[in-house]
């Protein structure tokens, strides 16, 4: 995790996501590269992504600012999805696996604002998360094994959104995706 600032209690399997949530910190259910899905079966490929576990319905949030490129519906791998650009940085965040999206293309958006709801879709395989990936060239998402063009989101991220920080703007710093309770963004 960047600057070892942030918390988050790591790998656990699905069923202990709920609980895990509970205690107020992320729930990283498939790093980058991983060779463990999000139900903690092994993947035949590595993971282009990192994927946080959460609550149906849970409300998904930008991990940086940017614009909303594209809506993605991708039914087989990401689902519904949302890609924002961060034009500065010549980066894009694809947030997968949604049960709704609260954004349309060409919308601004800022950190910690609600871009969509955390769901099962695509191939989620009945596993509530959202799938974070960074990318290099503005894509829908990367299928397991693509790693070309995606970067590990967790070297860039500083944790929890906290609305009372003021964050880097000479290069591209993600907070996590989906809430977390107030405190558990402190080690």
Known sequence: M?????SFLGLLSAPFAAVAQNLGAPIILSPYRSLHGADNRPRRLPHAG???GGQVGAPVLAAA?????RIIEWPMSCGLGVLLEHRRFKR????CH?????VRPGQRVSRGEQIGMVGASGGA???PHVHLE???FAGISHADGDLSGTEDPLKIAEGCFDDTRAYPTDRLVLTFPVACLHGASER
Not at 92 to 95: P, S
Not at 98 to 102: S, V
């Open 2 to 6: 960047g600057a070892g600032h942030g």
């Open 50 to 52: 990192v994927d946080f």
């Open 65 to 69: 600012d940017g614009t909303v490129s």
């Open 92 to 95: 894009w965040t694809a947030y």
């Open 98 to 102: 949604l049960q709704g999206i609260t």
């Open 125 to 127: 395989f009945y596993i």
């Open 134 to 136: 960074v990318c290099t």
